[in-house]
């Protein structure tokens, strides 16, 4: 190799040593001058809002997508870019943006997670916004506050009815849907003794998403107009209501009448034991109609409210999920965020938004339109009507580890390790320190 | 000849022309300004990607580890080694750690048993190249579903209704129906059946391909020395494999005690945590309790766990 050829290898490696650093460097300011901006406005004043949520999915495809071009047509300046995905990675993201402080500018919610983003300051107090944009909010039918303050605004709503199945109430000869709690135990033990792996009812306690405790559990402590909690917000599990519900559960799981593998079920299989015809009955959300008649579209099945107390005569409890909305804390642009919140909750959008998710309207005077709809969805809004939304979880701090703590209890008591006074009492102990 | 004429000091020459390549030599080799940090420039896009990927993660983890409530409180303060503590004393943490041992322990010890057994079936004269084909590709099935499906077919299949109770109870092994992954005598012991099933083909193609590099000068010394199949298998591949199947099994208690999406999947850490491992503890007291600092140290105790592993498997590499 001549010396010439060495110093021209000399500086290319100078050069190109000099040319990867630069590029890196280059690199790495461009990445920190994007980051941590969520939204953007363009040159001619458009502003550009992040939508994180987890219902464009869980809607018919392109739909949700028709119903933001109708809110830009109304409002050209503004330009709305979906970020959709499944709820538990939704959840996960809305976690570390919380963290990071780089939450998109408006947020689906589910209400289970409102206390700790609130707490965080990463939403922002909706009440000011309502405030400032002269919002009539006497048209919602409910919102989540944290020490008076709006956080939340269920947008729209999924009850959790009892859902029957007709053909094994028939066939094993219950008449009518059970209506009482011993009507329920009753029903459920004869359709266990039609065997060959049927059951009664399906409860899922799998502790890694727990909310079996809100669905499956409590709610038969909301059906008899019982509450979790003092009128104070504090944990009320040694109360007579709880104890009278685990006790129930209890019962059903002494008789036998409770699927195998509750301890580690999950929703979807509590779904696939019903679409299937291995259990008779469970607590679920109606968004699960079109489901399960997708799997079976021979099932004969009915919703019906969920059994009360026998001396109960009430109005009845009906647990609830929500499709929430909020706004980020750190958006820059939160006036134009809460008029995307606004359209949402306008009559018309909210009906619509509502009929295509089969769910219930958040605002009280969307109507929505069950005609093209099953037949069930009419016969649950009825049952919705009738009794009043109850979910005593939502809105509470770390609602998700409390529910995960009394379900340990509740799996030790099912198992004949605790007594239902030691779980209650160890629930309350676990409890108490975050209420 | 060739050597006569590339040796300068063999060549007539030699002598004259000495000083004047040593000159070209030095000037060749004389440094210039910021030459010493010219290989820093060809390290510094690895350097940066690990610094910003892992060094500032890592670090920002220990930093929380030693505050109170960090990320959801606005200021966090300091906090010593309480979290530590809290996390040491955690009864949930300790059955973590026992369950973690338990499952990466006996995946481990299964995944080479396994492994080794399929490979030195697939080794064998005795099977044909076509039959050897097919069984690789039955065998190495496992290895390529993802978590996910793999968590929904045994999901399906360790249900109380589902086929493994069928047969089992058709055949007559069992009179009544087990809830394999909701009992909690069963649950762990199903777990890490699960994930002996999805690791072992990767370790079986490992160890099959040490097997290959074997010479078979040495099989047939051994068989003229009389060594019987025992003898030529424990004291000519098992010594010959010792390298292969050492770092194997320190990388898989690495990735077992990382397990986290299997096993979320499938139990979530129940029933009554006996399936709670040290990757699902900390993902619950981050994700579900916002306790980010206890998750920190968890984290941070899991890491100081996984370095010694880590240690051994670079000694080992160092030693071969």
Redesign the interface.
């Known amino acids: 190799m001549t010396?010439g050829s060495?110093r021209l290898q000399?500086r290319t490696?100078?050069l190109?040593?000099?040319m990867?650093?630069a590029v890196?460097s280059a690199t790495?300011v461009g990445c920190g001058s994007n980051s941590g901006s969520s939204a953007g406005t363009s040159a001619d004043g458009t502003v550009t809002l992040e939508f994180a949520q987890w219902w464009a999915p869980e809607l018919p495809a392109g739909s949700f997508d028709k119903l933001m071009s109708e809110f830009t047509a109304q409002n050209p300046k503004i330009k709305v870019k979906l970020l959709s995905g499944p709820y538990a990675s939704t959840?996960?993201q809305l976690?570390s943006g919380?963290?990071s402080r780089t939450l998109p500018d408006v947020v689906g919610l589910d209400g289970a997670w409102v206390s700790?983003f609130a707490?965080?300051?990463a939403i922002a107090d909706l009440s000011e916004l309502m405030a400032a944009a002269k919002y009539d909010s006497s048209q919602l039918a409910s919102q989540i506050q944290i020490k008076g303050k709006t956080y939340m605004i269920p947008v729209v709503n999924f009850v959790y009815p009892l859902f029957v199945n007709k053909d094994l109430l028939s066939k094993a000869g219950v008449k009518t849907p059970p209506s009482t709690r011993t009507e329920f135990l009753d029903a459920a033990k004869k359709i266990s003794a039609l065997g060959g792996?049927v059951k009664g009812w399906a409860l899922p306690?799998?502790?890694?998403?727990p909310n079996g405790i809100q669905n499956d559990v409590m709610s038969w402590l909301w059906a008899s107009g019982g509450s979790m909690l003092t009128k104070d917000g504090k944990p009320d599990l040694t109360g007579q209501g709880v104890k009278s519900t685990v006790e129930y559960v209890k019962s059903l799981n002494d008789a036998g009448v409770i699927?195998?593998?509750?301890?580690?079920?999950k929703e979807q299989?509590k779904v696939e034991k019903f679409s299937t015809g291995?259990v008779g009955m469970m607590i679920d959300s109606l968004a699960h109609i079109t489901l399960i008649k997708k799997n079976d579209p021979k099932l004969n099945f009915t919703v019906v409210p969920i059994p009360a107390e026998d001396s109960y005569t009430g109005k009845r409890g009906i647990p609830y999920a929500s499709w929430g909305i909020g706004v980020a804390e750190s958006s820059e642009h939160k006036a134009e965020a809460f008029k995307l919140v606004q359209f949402l909750m306008n009559k018309q959008a909210n009906a619509e938004l509502s009929t295509l998710a089969n769910g219930f309207p958040g605002n009280k005077t969307a109507e929505p339109d069950f005609s093209k709809s099953d037949a069930l969805f009419k016969t649950a809004f009825d049952i919705y009507k009738a009794g009043y939304p109850a979910n005593e979880f939502v809105g509470l701090p770390?609602s998700?580890?409390l529910m995960?703590s009394f379900d340990?209890q509740l799996?030790?008591v099912l198992?004949g390790?605790q007594s239902v006074d030691d779980a209650l009492n160890k629930a309350q102990q676990a409890w108490a320190p975050v209420l | 000849m060739e050597t006569a004429k590339l040796d300068p000091a063999a060549s007539p020459g030699a002598a004259k022309s000495a000083p004047e390549s040593s000159a070209v030599r030095r000037r060749r080799t004389r440094p210039f300004p910021g030459q010493r940090v010219v290989p820093f420039g060809y390290l510094s896009p690895t350097l940066i990607l690990i610094f910003v990927l892992m060094i500032i993660p890592i670090a920002m983890v220990v930093s929380y580890s030693f505050k109170d409530n960090v990320i959801v409180e606005q200021n966090p303060v300091f906090a010593g080694l309480a979290n530590y503590t809290t996390v040491l004393t955690d009864p949930n943490f300790l059955a973590a750690l026992k369950n973690t041992f338990i499952f990466i322990t006996v995946s481990t010890v299964a995944h080479l048993g396994l492994g080794l057994a399929f490979a030195t079936m697939l080794n064998t004269p005795l099977l044909g190249g076509v039959t050897k084909a097919i069984f690789r590709i039955v065998y190495i099935l496992p290895w390529l579903f993802t978590v996910a499906v793999i968590a929904v077919i045994w999901r399906l299949m360790l249900d109380p209704s589902g086929v493994v109770n069928y047969i089992l109870t058709t055949i007559g092994v069992m009179r009544e129906e087990v809830s394999w992954l909701s009992d909690p005598n069963t649950a762990l012991w199903a777990l890490t059946f699960i994930n002996i099933w999805a690791g072992f083909p990767f370790f079986m193609i490992s160890i099959l391909a040490g097997l290959q590099g074997i010479s078979p000068v040495l099989y047939e010394a051994a068989s003229v020395d009389g060594a019987t199949a025992y003898r030529r298998f424990r004291n000519v591949t098992i010594p010959q494999l010792k390298p292969v199947l050492l770092s194997m099994a320190v990388l898989d208690l690495i990735w077992t005690s990382q397990q986290f999406a299997l096993i979320w999947m499938t139990t979530g850490g129940g029933p009554l945590n006996v399936t709670e491992m040290l990757s699902t503890y900390t993902y619950k007291q981050a994700f579900s309790s916002y306790e980010f600092a206890t998750a920190s140290a968890a984290a941070v105790i899991v890491l100081l766990l996984t370095m010694i592993l880590a240690f051994f498997y670079v000694r080992l590499q160092k030693e071969r």
């Open positions: 010396g060495t000399g490696r100078r190109l040593g000099v990867a650093v890196l790495a959840k996960q976690v919380a963290a700790d707490k965080q300051g792996n306690l799998d502790t890694a998403v699927a195998p593998g509750a301890l580690t079920m299989d291995q770390k998700e580890d995960r340990e799996q030790l198992t390790k």
